[in-house]
């Protein structure tokens, strides 16, 4: 899972951008003959040199933010799974997470409570409905971090269990699935709109 970059701390590319962009702006620096005459025009030049420079740096400033646009995840050891109760820090491959339109969010410790508590929102969660659900997002089963639970390929079937018994292995693309499929013993791939109440009844007597 992914978390966002605090202030003040950036990744080392940007540092080895930044080292490298240094050296020519000091080369670019105006010598001590600034005063004299012709200084306006070579100082017109060094910023002409400094500015696409500058202009690097903030574009691939800008372009870490954006590429850390994921949630921010934090998980509390107080934190349960409202379906099961079972707190969901001891398990991060297997973290889902719902999040209202309210801001209120929950954890889980499978895709399987996360669908079983958006099937029956009113259940675990009283005063909630499913239509103000804002966010879903499940764990790749291979890259342990977060993603879109819409967009996500499930496999059920296989031989591999979640902390609840069997499971939707979540994946982000259909290769993926099919690679754990085969390798698992897996039944079938499905997408989120595929996923019923009865499907999750079928996970849960699977013997």
């Keep these: 899972m992914k978390s966002s970059i605090k202030t003040g701390l950036y990744p080392a590319y940007i540092g080895r951008a930044a080292r ?27 910023s002409a040199q400094r500015y696409p420079a500058i202009m690097l740096w903030l574009f691939l400033l800008v372009s870490v933010n954006v590429s850390y646009g994921e949630p921010a995840v934090t998980i509390k050891k107080t934190d349960r799974c409202p379906v ?16 209202f339109r309210d801001g209120s969010y929950y954890f889980y410790d499978g ?9 029956d929102t009113a259940k675990y969660t009283p005063g909630k409905a499913a239509e103000a659900v804002r966010d879903l997002y499940v764990t790749d089963y291979y890259e342990v971090e977060l993603i879109d639970a819409k967009s996500a390929f499930y496999v059920i079937g296989s031989d591999v269990l979640g902390p609840m018994g069997h499971e939707l292995l979540p994946f982000k693309d259909q290769e993926s699935a099919q690679e754990f499929l085969e390798d698992h013993q897996g039944k079938s791939i499905l997408r989120f709109q595929d996923v019923t109440p009865d499907i999750i009844k079928s996970l849960d007597h699977r013997r």
């Design 84 to 99: 099961c109760g079972m707190f969901v820090y001891k398990y991060p491959k297997w973290v889902a997470q719902i999040i």
């Design 111 to 119: 895709a399987k409570d996360m669908f079983k508590h958006l099937f």
């Design 20 to 46: 490298a962009i240094a050296p020519k702006a000091r080369a670019a620096r105006p010598t001590t003959d600034v005063f004299r005459p012709g200084t306006v025009a070579r100082e017109k030049n060094v």
